[in-house]
Nanobody, 126 residues
């Protein structure tokens, strides 16, 4: 059984930083590819960044230069470092991961993967 545990959300002032974590527990080999998503009240879920099977990262224009995805393979954990936060970054953030090494996901892949985290609230005050 696989479990994804997100952490790191909270309340921060505009211009501040947060680092979200998405840890995968269970019998897995590694996180193959993943995406970070967010959903603000009344809005559709949007992808803010992704990590391909080859380790390439891709970001939405709205967060480019401010957000960074990284990973710790030994701990089966991915991170989303968020700097220069803005009130419009306020949302629930979700990690979405693929754990199947048999499929290679290029950076151009924009679909969902099989596993979702529970979400963590990020609130940026002005």
């Amino acid at each position: 059984q696989v479990q994804l545990v997100e952490s790191g959300g909270g309340l921060v002032q505009a211009g501040g930083s947060l680092r979200l974590s998405c840890a995968v527990f269970g019998s897995i080999s590694r996180i193959n590819a993943m995406g970070w998503y967010r959903q603000a009240p009344g809005k559709q879920r949007e992808r803010v960044g992704s990590l391909s099977s080859g380790g390439d990262t891709k970001y939405a224009d709205s967060v480019k230069g401010r957000f960074t995805i990284s990973r710790d393979n030994a701990k089966n954990t991915v991170f989303l470092q968020m700097n220069s936060l803005k009130p419009e970054d306020t949302a629930v953030y979700y990690c979405n991961v693929d754990l199947d090494d048999s499929t290679y996901y290029a950076g151009s892949y924009e679909g969902y993967y099989d596993y979702w985290g529970q979400g963590t609230q990020v609130t940026v005050s002005s």
